[in-house]
């Protein structure tokens, strides 16, 4: 292992180690490497061109090149090889295997917040007040940038990419760019020892890094973006992006085990700063952070992440044949490899049984990967007041219950357009076989048939009849005396067993209130049309 420069300096912070990168001179002409943030912008964007990933840089005025932290008074580098072996990144020093880091989460953290910014803009059709340095900073469409992956340089390369505008790939290209961070932190940051593929005893920094690693990793953007792609409720989407979520789990495997960053990284509320505040700016712009709010921890996200695969594991394995193809298999290592990541597993099962399933036929190939699938899913997406039982053995087999949100005329039975039942006049959202999800029909129901005035959402309502002056129609009072007999009166006196629970509580909670409703109903019925 590398050993460490000898001056006994601490960095507790972020901000420590930065003074001590802006007080670091060249050994031959005492010019400072970093003066201001442009200068580690550059170090990364020379990376991003396909340089060696490393602590040396380039004196601007002698040009000689040397480690930043010890002078290459170290000795030989330790290399570690990155992407299946295409890439690789070098340390000689504790201290320059920091500054990797450093420089590393920094330019993450520029072209992430550009990314908002530009997200941002595109929604307000606007571009200016840019609040991102675009002089010498990363360079977010240089050819160079799609070198590290493989892939050809310069701009010819980048023009032909340029008539690729579609937002998948776009997030193609965004998720090369963060696999590769994810897969060189999972390396740099110090290891706690879990890691089969160490080749060799663990180092100084290992054992005892510096407690600035994780000030910096808490006050970068990159748990942010680990956030964000924990938080994704579809399965069958993180399995297209499995390089990506596998770089990702190899980095949580080191920062969210080692006792220097699992409190703060994991455990710990997360603090977000607003889009313009990153670990470059706190650290060489002299930023404030200010006003900054909290989001769920890094655990929390992986539980509902680790809930899903769980639940696809388990129906996987009574149910083999769905899974033997290539797509299972991939989908059923990353739910394992995203299992393995958490030791705490809360699922609760639902069993039912089902009268209904008298004709059985033979499932369509998929068919039943595709309900599990989207079952995990719901574990996760659904919205407020929607219920969802399932056979445990029979995943084609559900129940499902709606509570009404308040203002809701009536629940009952209704002929939906976004099924394909429509068939003449204008036509709404229709059902996309293969594409729309189960989750996506419920949500519908409650936000667009569950409402203050469901017929107003029929496609070629208002070219028919019009729009309504004021107060509810003939069809919504109707509605509501159904909802009082039907949904509320026998739900209240003999709920059906199966939702009994559900129900009894629904009633408890919310009795005043619908009594209070159904009094306004009852007066406005009485009133002249």
Not at 130 to 152: A, E
Not at 457 to 464: I, L, Q, T, V
Request: charged share 20%; hydrophobic share 35%.
């Amino acid at each position: 292992s590398a050993p460490t420069t000898s001056n006994a300096i601490v960095f507790d912070t972020y901000s420590d180690f930065a003074r001590y990168l802006q007080h670091r001179k060249c050994p031959s002409c005492s010019t400072g490497f970093i003066k201001r943030s442009d200068d580690v912008d550059a170090i990364f964007k020379v990376w991003l061109s396909g340089a060696a990933i490393n602590s040396q840089v380039k004196c601007s005025q002698c040009l000689k090149s040397t480690c930043i932290a010890c002078f290459d008074k170290a000795g030989a580098p330790t290399e570690k090889l990155v992407n299946s072996g295409r890439n690789k990144v070098s340390w000689c020093c504790s201290r320059g295997r920091l500054f990797t880091i450093f420089v590393m989460l920094c330019g993450f953290d520029q072209k992430y917040c550009s990314d908002k910014y530009n997200e941002a803009s595109a929604h307000n059709g606007s571009k200016s007040n840019r609040p991102i340095n675009s002089g010498t900073g990363v360079g977010y469409g240089s050819g160079g940038f799609l070198g590290m992956f493989g892939r050809p340089q310069g701009q010819q390369s980048y023009a032909e990419d340029a008539g690729k505008k579609t937002a998948e790939t776009a997030e193609r290209r965004s998720d090369r760019f963060d696999q590769m961070i994810f897969s060189f932190l999972a390396v740099l940051c110090p290891s706690p020892g879990n890691d089969h593929n160490d080749d060799g005893p663990l180092g100084s920094f290992d054992i005892q890094p510096p407690k600035a690693v994780a000030s910096m990793l808490v006050h970068s953007k990159i748990l942010a973006k680990a956030a964000e792609l924990l938080r994704n409720d579809s399965l069958e989407n993180v399995t297209q992006r499995s390089d990506l979520y596998m770089a990702l789990i190899r980095f949580l495997k080191r920062v969210g085990v080692h006792s220097i960053s699992k409190q703060e990284v994991m455990y710990t509320d997360r603090v977000v700063f607003p889009d313009t505040v990153n670990l470059l700016t706190l650290a060489l712009k002299s930023t404030t952070a200010g006003t900054a709010s909290t989001a769920s921890p890094l655990a929390e996200c992986l539980r509902k992440l680790n809930l899903q695969s769980s639940m696809m594991i388990r129906n996987a394995q009574r149910l083999r044949t769905e899974f033997t193809d290539v797509r299972g298999q991939d989908m059923l290592w990353l739910c394992r490899e995203i299992s393995d990541l958490s030791s705490h597993l809360c699922i609760e099962q639902w069993y039912i049984l089902i009268n209904e399933a008298r004709a059985l036929r033979q499932s369509p190939p998929g068919r039943i990967r595709r309900l599990i699938t989207e079952i995990t899913s719901l574990k996760t997406g659904l919205s407020s007041g929607i219920y969802v039982k399932h056979a445990i053995s029979r995943p084609d087999m559900m129940k499902i219950l709606i509570v009404g949100p308040e203002g809701t005329p009536y629940e009952n039975v209704v002929c939906l357009s976004l099924l394909g039942t429509w068939f003449s006049g204008a036509k709404g959202e229709e059902w996309q076989p293969g594409v729309s999800t189960i989750l996506q029909v419920l949500i519908s129901i409650q936000a667009m048939i569950l409402c203050e005035d469901p017929e107003n959402n029929e496609p070629g309502y208002a070219a028919r009849y019009g729009r309504r002056l004021a107060g509810p129609s003939a069809y919504t009072m109707s509605a509501r005396s159904l909802t009082v007999v039907y949904a509320i009166r026998n739900w209240a006196n003999q709920p059906p067993a199966l939702w009994k629970d559900i129900a009894e509580a629904h009633f408890k909670r919310t009795a005043n209130k619908i009594l209070q409703t159904a009094e306004r109903w009852a007066k406005e019925s009485r009133q002249p049309s």
